[in-house]
């Protein structure tokens, strides 16, 4: 059976893997519309989110295969 081609999409968006295994990805919209968004809008945007639930197996299955 041929190897599985990652998702290259949704690889590029995710940062990395966490020690303890949990997905850790940035936020989206963080340059769009920038001039127009505040400073802490800004600030808020370039910290790391953990993703959870449903959405992290989904990216799991798809960038990890």
Do not use: D, E, Y
């Not at 059976?1 to 966490?18: A, D, E, N």
């Not at 919209?29 to 800004?42: C, I, P, T």
Request: glycine letters at 4%; charged letters at 30%; a positive charge.
């Amino acid at each position: 059976m041929p190897k599985l081609k990652t998702h290259k999409s949704s690889f590029k968006r995710m940062v990395r893997l966490s020690a303890n295994g949990k997905l850790v990805m940035r936020k989206m919209s963080v340059a769009h519309r920038a001039r127009f968004k505040s400073k802490r809008a800004k600030q808020l945007s370039t910290q790391n989110i953990v993703v959870v639930g449903k959405t992290a197996k989904k990216l799991q299955k798809i960038a990890f295969r």
